[in-house]
């Protein structure tokens, strides 16, 4: 079947075309969910903490934040180990 052909998970985009706006999106859904998480755990994140996270691009850093976000108390247990966003 065509889903069975058309992996996107797996494949690497060969142009910047369309390559872009899909990390992008990406990014957009992880940045998404880490601020859903953060406001069911009523953890509030200053408006200057919310523009370093929407601002973070890098989808491992995204990743790490996010699982951070799941174990947070507050809002220096998400920025741990990432000294450059929490500031």
Not at 76 to 81: N, Q, V
Request: aromatic share 6%.
């Amino acid at each position: 079947s065509l889903e069975k052909l058309m992996k996107l998970k797996d494949y690497e985009f060969r142009t910047e075309m369309i390559g872009r706006p899909y990390r992008e999106g990406q990014a957009k859904g992880r940045i998404e969910a880490l601020f859903t998480i953060l406001e069911a755990r009523g953890i509030t994140l200053s408006e200057a903490e919310r523009e370093r996270v929407a601002a973070t691009t890098d989808l491992d850093t995204l990743d790490a934040l996010v699982r951070r976000a799941a174990r947070a108390e507050r809002t220096e247990d998400l920025f741990e180990g990432e000294p450059e966003l929490g500031r």
